[in-house]
């Protein structure tokens, strides 16, 4: 039937004679590869959100849909009760195998990824079952190894930052027809992106560099900036609103109302907004209450947590950093930060009833223990790793850069925003004496490096810096270094490729990796600390550096001045012809 209860039935749109009927019974669900002239080839992967099951046994995690700024933050298929590897679930494994293909070198590779058809579930007939949304077509930005809180303990999984790709050139349509093209054995991967929308054919062609052009964009008519345009937890405007996500053990009730600005928050803002906090001065020294705390808020954000806390837990996990990292002479007043930093207009505090806003102290936050945290809007802007690293890069820069980073960050969770490189994890076993020194036995978890492909590109480069061209000589050679541009450690965990190295001298290695210098959109290398020229960088024509990863870098260094997509009819799926 085409309309079930008037409304359209997404077997009946999907019918084909090519394809097994789709299934959208669990979160992640992969159609079944075809062998085609250029191998293996998966037709789609349809994803499906559940916000109302959001803090449930059966789906602990809380995805995150921004369609409005094209933008989804998805959670993998690993729970609390797993025993299994993480990573090695059905769903996790199949968009991490998904997720390799989206970060391909070259345009042929791109050409047969699997596209991602994203779907939420719905509300009809005061039911949620059942129904779904077609949301669009999304490729995967990156992906994290997360720690997830549950009842009982926590437990690892991943989260992935998808793009949604724009649609409005095709009606915000998709043409099922183009996923039977896919499913089809006789066709190859250029055939098939002949009924592929503008936009992915556009990213085949360029890659993750073409995101901000393909990303979708909803455009606000002037004049409708009112509470009907607002975003809502999943992102949807009101009249598609999904259901509000029910908390452990609650009964669907709704979630505090945000506060909202009268303008859409963007990346500029918000970076704006970190650099002009409101803070007091103790002997001509800023204090550290506000912007300690804006980083707790924005560890919650990278680690997958809600952004909202209760006070008790905000008091205690914030006031131990005051404690730590707070000036010698400063009072330790968490309270101060958790109702003060809503002057920045990033930070929200609910579940005070409105006589005790106007006096609220720290034994009124004990009595009713309120929910306080980053606000929505600066939620999902911080979900981008981009973002979030350039957020990171503010707060130390502006308030923080006489703190000892590496310890600020640890304790945070924040570890290895404090370089380019990140860290690898290790776990120590026990101290043992050996010879005139302690030994210490360490079980480590390596990154496998690619020495070939290092050897290859210094190389290219006859072992010269490639920003001051400087070749070392040795006693049976010359020497050079392979910087990755995106770490390979934690969290910056960027892939071992030829466009994510670069050839640098010992001394800009160093400088690189410790964020002392940059790389701008021009390929101009700058200093960091006031932006002035330190040379161009030196390129190959044969080696080619990605934009992206580039891109992340100066977001480290809290440089990254590319602008983001801001705010639009929701997709639909459109049959195949008959």
């Known amino acids: 039937m085409a309309l079930i209860d008037g409304y359209p039935n997404i077997h009946h749109v999907t019918a084909s004679e090519t394809l097994a009927q789709i299934q959208l019974s669990k979160g992640i669900n992969p159609t079944a590869k075809v062998t085609t002239p250029d191998g293996l080839r998966r037709p789609c992967i349809l994803i499906r959100s559940s916000p109302w099951k959001a803090g449930t046994a059966e789906t602990p995690w809380h995805d995150v849909f ?56 719905v509300t009809r007939n005061r039911t949620p079952k059942g129904y779904v949304e077609f949301c669009g077509v999304a490729v995967i930005d990156h992906a994290e190894q997360i720690e997830q809180q549950a009842e009982g303990g926590t437990f690892p999984n991943y989260r992935y930052e998808l793009s949604v790709l724009d649609l409005s050139a095709h009606d915000d349509r998709v043409d099922w027809a183009w996923i039977e093209a896919r499913g089809n054995p006789d066709l190859s991967a250029a055939d098939t992106l002949e009924l592929a929308p503008r936009s992915w054919r556009q990213w085949v062609e360029q890659g993750h560099t073409a995101l901000p052009q393909v990303r979708r964009q909803v455009l606000q008519p002037a004049g409708d900036a009112g509470s009907s345009r607002r975003p809502t937890e999943s992102g949807h405007k009101p009249a598609t609103q999904l259901p509000t996500p029910r908390g452990p053990g609650g009964s669907g009730s709704e979630a505090p109302t945000p506060t909202w600005s009268s303008a859409e928050l963007t990346v500029s803002v918000l970076m704006d907004r970190l650099r002009s906090l409101k803070v007091h001065k103790r002997n001509g020294k800023q204090s550290r209450h506000k912007p300690l705390a804006l980083l707790w808020g ?64 720290a034994a009124a936050f004990d009595r009713l223990n309120p929910e306080g945290g980053v606000t929505e809007q600066a939620s999902r802007l911080l979900g981008d790793p981009f973002v979030r690293s350039q957020a990171v890069a503010v707060l130390r820069e502006t308030y923080l850069a006489d703190i000892d980073q590496h310890a600020l960050m640890e304790r945070l969770g924040l570890a290895g925003y404090e370089s380019a490189g990140g860290v690898e994890d290790s776990a120590e076993d026990h101290v043992r004496g050996s010879g005139p020194a302690a030994r210490r036995t360490v079980a480590s978890s390596r990154i496998i490096r690619d020495a070939s492909l290092t050897a290859k590109v210094k190389k290219l480069h006859g072992d010269r810096c490639q920003i001051c061209n400087l070749q070392l000589s040795t006693r049976f050679g010359t020497y050079s270094e392979a910087a990755h541009i995106r770490g390979l450690g934690r969290p910056h965990n960027g892939p ?7 050839v640098l001298c010992p001394n800009h290695h160093v400088q690189f990796d410790t964020l002392a210098i940059y790389i701008d959109t021009e390929g101009t290398v700058r200093s960091t600390a006031d932006g002035s020229p330190i040379g161009r ?31 639009g009819a929701v997709p639909e799926l459109v049959p195949r012809p008959s």
């Open 298 to 361: 924005i560890s919650r954000v990278a680690t997958g947590k809600p952004h909202l806390a209760p006070w008790r837990e905000f008091r205690d996990e914030v006031g131990s950093l005051l404690a730590e990292f707070g000036l010698p002479d400063s009072s330790v007043t968490p309270e101060y930060p958790f109702w003060h930093l809503q002057t920045s207009r990033l930070w929200g505090v609910h579940g005070l009833p409105p006589e005790q806003a106007a006096v609220a102290h």
């Open 496 to 502: 071992d490729e030829q466009s994510n190295l670069l």
């Open 537 to 567: 960088l030196r390129e190959h024509p044969t080696h080619r550096l990605s934009e992206a990863h580039l891109r992340y870098h100066r977001a480290l260094c809290g440089r990254d001045e590319t602008g983001h997509a801001a705010h």
């Open 66 to 121: 921004d369609l409005d700024n094209g933008r989804i933050r998805y959670f993998g298929d690993h729970r609390v009760d797993h025993t299994v590897q993480v990573g090695s679930t059905q769903g996790n494994a199949v968009l991490l195998e998904a997720l390799a293909e989206h970060q391909a070198i070259t345009a042929e590779q791109r050409s047969s990824a699997v596209p991602l058809l994203v779907f939420a579930t």
